[in-house]
């Protein structure tokens, strides 16, 4: 499995200053570690069919790498417990019909699939990692559970920037880096775990902080943002999912994305005083 350039654990032990107070939890010698009682209980509850469990602790985090139904999976947990993310390897051949649909409908159609990995995480919708190569050139597409091509990544990016790093120090300062992706079209994207949310931070070709989100549930969302969307505009729309995002500029929104039948899905961003900033 080529979990190195999505699940960057080697870029954590490369840029230790970026996760303070983590200086000895990464060792590999300890093959016998466990994690405490609540963590186990959770692991289990989840996974009950699972083998060949080995635990790792990752920062704050525990990490879990066990074999289920034949496959290898890689899990976290927070320290509460609360599962937060998993990657799993998987057969090309046994990937959901409409993602292999989408990829052989793709522009990357004639080139190799080397790795195939489903990805889950916390209140997010799964995606579907492919590690593709052609001649010399390598890539890692994206697709979603309609089998859409969802984002495109050039494999350059194997080390986290200094000015990245920086920034997630003073920002994220117990934050766990699992995944840097070096966009097509140059922006870096770093997936981090905090507290108990999955976030995905935004920089820019000269890795400048532009945003930071993460998906929120309707339930959380406050009542006056709600609110709009109840307005002729929107009323007719159900809401697929949420994300808050914190923007560089310092104007934070609630960004919708609104579906019904026969229509176009629409984006919508609110401010948290119920504020329409775009539709």
Request: include cysteine; charge should be negative; glycine fraction near 6%.
């Amino acid at each position: 499995m080529m979990r190195g350039r999505i699940l960057m654990v080697t870029l954590w032990m490369a840029s230790l200053f970026v996760f303070a107070a983590c200086h000895d939890d990464d060792d590999d010698d300890d093959k016998g570690y466990t994690p405490g009682k609540s963590i186990v209980e959770a692991f289990e509850a989840k996974y009950p069919n699972a083998v060949s469990v080995s635990w790792e602790k990752k920062g704050e985090y525990e990490k879990a790498e066990f074999h289920l139904n034949g496959q290898e999976v890689d899990a976290w947990f927070a320290p509460s417990g609360q599962w937060m993310m998993s990657e799993t390897d998987i057969l090309f051949s046994n990937l959901p019909t409409e993602v292999k649909t989408g990829f052989s409908g793709s522009i990357y159609s004639s080139w190799k699939v080397d790795d195939a990995d489903v990805l889950e995480r916390l209140n997010m919708p799964t995606v579907y990692r492919l590690d593709i190569e052609k001649g010399t050139e390598e890539m890692v597409i994206y697709f979603n559970e309609k089998g859409e091509l969802v984002r495109e990544v050039n494999e350059e990016a194997s080390t986290l920037p200094a000015a990245v790093s920086s920034f997630i120090t003073g920002q994220y300062p117990k934050a766990l880096v699992v995944s840097v992706d070096r966009w097509q079209d140059g922006l870096l994207e770093v997936g981090i775990l905090d507290a108990s949310l999955v976030k995905e931070v935004l920089f820019d070709r000269e890795n400048n902080w532009m945003k930071t989100s993460w998906p929120v549930l309707e339930a959380n969302v406050p009542q006056v943002v709600l609110d709009v969307l109840k307005g002729e505009a929107y009323n007719s729309f159900s809401i697929a999912s949420v994300q808050y995002i914190e923007y560089a500029s310092g104007s934070n929104v609630y960004h919708f994305v609104l579906q019904k039948a026969n229509a176009m899905d629409i984006s919508v961003e609110i401010d948290p005083q119920g504020n329409l900033v775009l539709d």
